[in-house]
C-alpha cells in the first residue's frame, strides 16, 4: 500500500502524511541532536511577495486535500514530539526561518536550515549551515550539508549574492520570471565581473553578450522587484523558546487514535517501551478545520 493512501480504518481520515512527516521529524533529530528544533509553517499567502507579484506562486498546483486535512494533526504532532511550532499569517514561512535564524547566528548560536530551497543559500555564512535533502531524480545522492563554500561550488557565487543571482535568473517554483534568455551561466559571469545586480543594470551599455543590454535596460525596475522577492525579511519578531520536551504518553495516544498501529510500535520501541495487546478506545471526533499550508 501506498503511504499516501494510509488512512484510519474507523472512518477513513488520512494519516499517510503523519507517518512520514514522524520519522523525518524524529531521523532529523536523531542524526543533527539539536539543543532546540523549531518547525515554522505557512499561514495564508505572503502580503508582502502578493503586493509585488500577483501571481507569485500562482502557477503551483492546489494543496491535495488530504494533506490540508492532515496539516492541524501535523502540526499538534509536532509540538508533541519537542520542537517548537511557529507560523503568522500573512507572512511567509521562508521570512519566519530567516528571521530566527539572524537573531540566533547574531548571538553566536549555530544554526541548521533544513530546506531544499536555494533561496536559503543566502542565509549560509560561519554558523549558519544548510541541509538539503536528497533530489527527487537522484535520491542516492542523500543528504548533504551546504557551508558558504559548499553554497558557492554549488550556484558559481557566494552566499551574499544569492539574491542578487535568483534576481537574474528568476525562480520558477515560485512563478518569478527572470531576464528572458538569462541562464545561471550568464548570471554568475556578470556578477563575477560585476559584483552586485546593481553593477550590472548601471553597466547596461556595456555588458555581454550586447543582445540583452536593451533587455536590462527596459526590465530593471522589474529586476529591482525580484530582487525585494527573492531577498529575505528578517525584521519579523520570533521569540526563542526552551525546548518543549517530547510528551510521550502523549505521543502515543496520538498515534493510537490516529490508528497508527505500526508507527506506535517503533515509537515505544524507540522509548524502550514494551508493547502491550490492550487497544486503547479511539477517540471519535470530527477531524479539525483545516488552513492550507505547506510542511516547510
Not at 24 to 49: M, T, W
Not at 162 to 176: E, R, T, V, W
Not at 185 to 211: C, F, M, Q, Y
Request: hydrophobic fraction near 40%; include cysteine.
Amino acid at each position: 500500500m501506498e503511504r499516501s493512501n494510509l488512512r484510519r480504518k474507523h472512518d477513513q481520515f488520512p494519516t499517510g502524511a503523519l507517518h512520514g512527516w514522524m520519522k523525518s521529524l524524529q531521523d532529523l533529530r536523531d542524526n543533527e541532536k539539536p539543543d532546540r528544533a523549531v518547525v515554522f509553517f505557512d499561514l495564508g499567502g505572503s502580503e508582502r511577495h502578493l503586493s509585488v507579484l500577483p501571481d507569485y506562486k500562482a502557477q503551483r498546483d492546489e494543496t491535495p486535500e488530504d494533506i490540508v486535512l492532515q496539516l492541524p494533526e501535523i502540526k499538534r504532532l509536532t509540538s508533541l514530539l519537542g520542537f517548537q511550532v511557529v507560523e503568522k499569517h500573512g507572512v511567509e514561512a521562508d521570512d519566519l526561518i530567516a528571521t530566527a535564524v539572524h537573531h540566533l547566528s547574531a548571538k553566536g548560536d549555530e544554526c541548521i536550515i533544513v530546506s531544499a530551497d536555494k533561496d536559503f543559500g543566502q542565509c549560509v555564512g560561519a554558523n549558519v549551515l544548510q541541509l538539503t535533502p536528497p533530489p527527487t531524480a537522484n535520491p542516492a545522492l542523500g543528504w548533504r550539508k551546504l557551508d558558504a563554500m559548499g553554497v558557492e561550488e554549488k550556484f558559481g557565487v557566494p552566499p551574499a549574492l544569492i539574491a542578487d543571482y535568483l534576481a537574474l535568473i528568476g525562480d520558477q517554483s515560485d512563478n518569478i520570471p527572470g531576464i528572458k534568455g538569462v541562464g545561471p551561466k550568464t548570471a554568475v559571469k556578470w556578477l563575477k565581473e560585476h559584483g552586485s545586480l546593481e553593477a550590472i543594470l548601471a553597466a547596461a551599455d556595456r555588458i555581454e553578450p550586447a543582445r540583452f543590454s536593451e533587455s536590462i535596460k527596459t526590465e530593471a525596475e522589474r529586476i529591482r522587484a525580484n530582487l525585494s522577492l527573492v531577498r529575505f525579511q528578517t525584521h519579523f519578531g520570533f521569540a526563542v523558546e526552551e525546548l518543549p520536551k517530547e510528551n510521550v504518553s502523549a505521543v502515543m495516544d496520538f498515534l493510537s487514535s490516529m490508528e497508527m498501529h505500526a508507527t506506535l510500535r517503533r515509537y515505544k520501541e524507540r522509548h524502550g517501551l514494551a508493547m502491550t495487546d490492550d487497544v486503547k478506545p479511539v477517540e471519535r471526533r470530527s477531524p479539525p478545520s483545516a488552513t492550507q499550508g505547506e510542511l516547510f
